[in-house]
Nanobody, 122 residues
Framework: QVQLVESGGGLVQAGGSLRLSCATS????????VGWFRQGPGKEREFVAT???????GYADSAEGRLTVSRDFAKNMAYLQMTSLKPEGTGVYYC????????????????WGQGTQVTVSS
């Protein structure tokens, strides 16, 4: 069982920035794709961004160039830098790991963190 812990969420005004972190002690993290998902109030969980074990990235269309996903293999960490945040970015953000080389669908992910709340005020 891979344990993932997200952090970095909080309350931010529209236009502001946040950096979310995803941490694990599992060495298998390095061989997994890492994804970020958001679940807004009353909504389904949706894909936000992903980064493969080779560092290739993918983003939801809604990212509009405002998100950057990265990872630090030495620290077993992944990050989601969010800028120019909008109120519709409010929700619980989850990180997850996948055995797929590239994964942008929640069904491709096996392990999930508990999530971190992001609230963007207008």
């Amino acid at each position: 069982q891979v344990q993932l812990v997200e952090s970095g969420g909080g309350l931010v005004q529209a236009g502001g920035s946040l950096r979310l972190s995803c941490a694990t002690s599992e060495r298998s993290f390095a061989s997994a794709a890492v994804g970020w998902f958001r679940q807004g109030p009353g909504k389904e969980r949706e894909f936000v961004a992903t980064i493969t074990r080779t560092g290739s990235t993918g983003y939801a269309d809604s990212a509009e160039g405002r998100l950057t996903v990265s990872r630090d293999f030495a620290k077993n960490m992944a990050y989601l830098q969010m800028t120019s945040l909008k109120p519709e970015g409010t929700g619980v953000y989850y990180c997850a790991t996948s055995r797929y080389a590239y994964a942008d669908d929640s069904r491709q992910y096996e392990y999930w963190g508990q999530g971190t709340q992001v609230t963007v005020s207008s």
